[in-house]
């Protein structure tokens, strides 16, 4: 036995093959399995590092053993398992057993796949969390109020993550998330709704989606038209992946209609993401959505509706692979749809209201090398890089891309980071780290929302700066001025850490945690909902929930001091015939134009030129 330090995934496969007492050649083959994913869907080295032909080895073993393997799954989860389809050559079957395309799709989808064939993998009863709980060091009292009812949850199918929202009319506000405890007959589905009608002091969990023939499968994400008041919320299909299920409520989520596919032809689709567009003018109203198909001729994928979300248009394919994606719209309509391929965060925008798109631009380039910008985070879970823009209010041409990736410091597993760019995403800031923690503990999975003014973001993410294992979200406000941004110090929202908690729940992917969440702003508020494992309940020590705060603005005059570089000139040089440039050993005059963007008051300002980066003696 080993205490101390979690088992990582390739160990558990090995263990795994050996309980079921497979023949030595058959462990020898999970051996080559366990090295090659790990390595590259883990840890992310490139494939190159570990030869191709172990991942080739792999797929060949699987393909001439799938019913033996199959069998193995079952007798390793005996008792969890209902009735599975055997393989049976299908596209779901090539999704479901090739890693290189298995590790693309979300967890929902994963989902979808594992209830058809059977977990990849041993599920096993009871807790399986990792790092201590900090119930000591609390939070300066935002409110962590409960979303779904945890009473409800009567099996080990007791997951509630990944979360969207929405604020409706007055105190209305709407939250959807994944919901493994909906997976039950009859309607067997996987999202969960709960509705606020005071503002989120407390919510009612509404159980389930209106019942289809498809069903919904979580992945929910919701879009509001501020005009009319129409909220939809688009999920995953449960029994078909050809369909992505759009449901409309007039009521602030009162009641449901029921539900119209709005893929526009997709046939194996994942990751949606809606908007609407809320600027006045031609276009306002219209909802957009935008998500990748694995099926044979997909790709990302983009659908529009002009009509409420009565009906959609056929897709167009944006570019033939990817995932993570996000769709936005300006003030001036142009319609932002961005994405992660590879280490690549690409931007097409369509200034006709979807009808056609510019060439696909890579925005941003990513360090970690994980499938889907995995970063190999502590506890086994997976996780994301996906991009999340948001657009000034008012100024059409100024886009916020925030975003995850290793971190600053040696040896830091994760950070957050933000760019900005004023050219309608042609060009970006140098990337800035929000997070002010600068150890090697992880922050990640980030939300961001800009309040209607376009004053003051709010950029939230997980964090684990307190032992650096245990878990916990915190939040802080930006305001920008050119090419930078003042800060508030970052503040702790949750009340009480929480551990990981991987493996547990039967209806759930193994290394699944949540892959998103989402945060939205007023006038004066910030809104955020999370999944949150601190509470125990029956048959679980940890017990994934849904929690959410309410953040009141920090008025801009508030912000300290905090001085940004606004302007830099070349005013004289020394060399002949001048060029206007610095020339390496040349005497050169500068002029740096400097600005307090805070609210607090300066005084005796020096700035120093330092003496790297090739400078050298540097004056006043």
Known sequence: ARTGVPFAPHEFEIMDAWRTGLPITQIEAHVLLSRALYNVYVAGYPEEKIGDDLLGRWRAYYTANALQIQQRNLKLNDGLEQSVVPPDGSHDWQLYWDPALYNQLSSAFQNRLERK???????????????SVDEGQLGPGFPNVAVNNRTADTTTADTQSETSLVLGTGNNILVSFNDSGSNIAPNASFTGIARSTDAGVTFTDQGRLPASATSDAGDPVYARNNVTGRIVIATLGFNSGAVLQSFRTDNDGATYMAPIDCDGGGTSNDKEWIACDNAAGTGQGNFYNFYRDFGGSGGMSFVRSTDGAATWSARQVLEAGGQGAWVSVASDHTVYATWLAGQNMRLRKSTDQGVTFSAAATINTIVTAGVNGDLGLTGGFRSN?????????????ELYLCYNDRGVAAGDQADVFLRKSTDGGATWTPRFRVNSDATTTAQWQPVIAMNPDGQSLFISW?????????????????????????TLPDYRITTASFPVVIGQDPGIVSTYMGDYDQAVADSGFFYRAWGDNRDSLLTHTNQPDVRFTKIARTPVGSFPASIVKTTQSLIAENCTPANSAIDPGETVTVSLGLQNVGGGATSSLVATLQATGGVTSPSA
């Open 117 to 131: 064939f059977g977990l990849r993998g041993r599920i096993a009863p009871g807790n399986k969390g990792s790092g």
């Open 385 to 397: 890089a996906f991009p999340y823009v948001v657009h000034h209010p008012s100024n059409a041409n």
């Open 462 to 486: 997980y964090d684990r700066r307190l032992n650096g294992t245990a878990i916990d979200v915190y939040g802080t406000e930006l305001i920008s001025c050119g090419s930078g941004f003042a």
